[in-house]
């Protein structure tokens, strides 16, 4: 399919995190050590490259007692793409190990639901508890790129491309967007955090961090239908990307994922 994207995701950080810590309500007794990974994720076809989230950079995982595998700058010129001359970047939301390192994407024209701006930037920030995954560094750096025009803020769902289009869920954070995007196999719904892990869609179990339960809940609804099946959707957090996509010879943190291969077991 000509027009058709190839889509990769790129791992930039791992972490030990428990089973009951990623499901609301989870039993402590059936506890095991479920993992966490980091991903920003990348569009191609052809010459164009459209980047979906920007990750962090090492000096703000520090600030939060994490240390990253790579900085993502670095896994992007691992795999041949240098971060500078990246146009367009998707922000799916204004957590801290999403939109993280703006800096290392100069030439980058940002696209965030306005919805998400308004959260990051309003009342909601004064409880301790909402702004838990923010980082006011990253939200000053978001309002320097709409200021400098280089943010474009975006009112519900919207074709960025022929083929790419962004969808505001909400629930995890004020105005958290997915992004669909066409593939030789399909559409495939980039889930961000609206679903962290597959289990958190199968068993409609929301991750514990939200600004709205129910948008959260009604979300899974709304990628499934938006993905057609659950094994077209790709959590934003699962380490089990990277046991059912297989890793890029020569580049063991860069899975592809746009074959339609694989999914939820």
């Avoid at 009342?123 to 923010?134: E, G, I, K, V, W």
């Avoid at 030789?184 to 339960?213: C, E, I, K, M, T």
């Avoid at 089990?240 to 580049?251: K, P, S, T, V």
Wanted: glycine share 10%; aromatic share 8%.
């Amino acid at each position: 399919m000509a027009d058709a994207y190839e889509v990769y995701a790129l791992r930039f950080a791992r972490e030990s995190r428990m089973h009951s810590a990623n499901y609301l309500g989870a039993a402590p007794a059936a506890d095991f050590d479920e993992g966490m990974d980091y991903y920003i994720f990348l569009l191609r076809k052809g010459q164009e490259i459209i980047l979906v989230d920007t990750g962090a950079t090492h000096e703000a995982a520090a600030r939060r007692n994490r240390v990253l595998r790579v900085a993502p700058d670095e896994c992007l010129r691992a795999f041949g793409i240098q971060p500078e001359a990246i146009e367009t970047t998707i922000l799916t939301h204004l957590h801290w190990d999403h939109a993280g390192a703006l800096g290392l994407f100069p030439k980058a024209r940002f696209h965030l639901q306005a919805t998400e701006m308004a959260y990051a930037t309003g009342p909601a920030m004064q409880h301790s508890t909402l702004r838990l995954a923010f980082d006011g560094a990253h939200v000053a750096e978001a309002v320097a790129a709409l200021h400098a025009g280089r943010m474009t803020l975006h009112d519900g769902d919207v074709q960025l491309r022929d083929g790419v289009w962004l969808h505001r869920i909400g629930g995890h954070s004020g105005g958290l967007q997915v992004v669909r995007v066409r593939t030789a196999s399909g559409w495939l719904v980039l889930a961000g955090d609206a679903a962290h892990y597959w289990g958190n869609l199968r068993q409609r179990q929301a991750f514990p961090l939200f600004a709205d339960l129910l948008e959260t809940l009604d979300g899974f609804e709304r990628i499934l239908a938006l993905a057609g099946t659950e094994a077209r959707v790709i959590p934003g957090h699962d380490p089990q990307i990277a046991r059912r996509f297989l890793a890029l010879d020569g580049h063991p943190e860069v899975f592809a994922l746009h074959d339609g291969s694989a999914g939820p077991a």
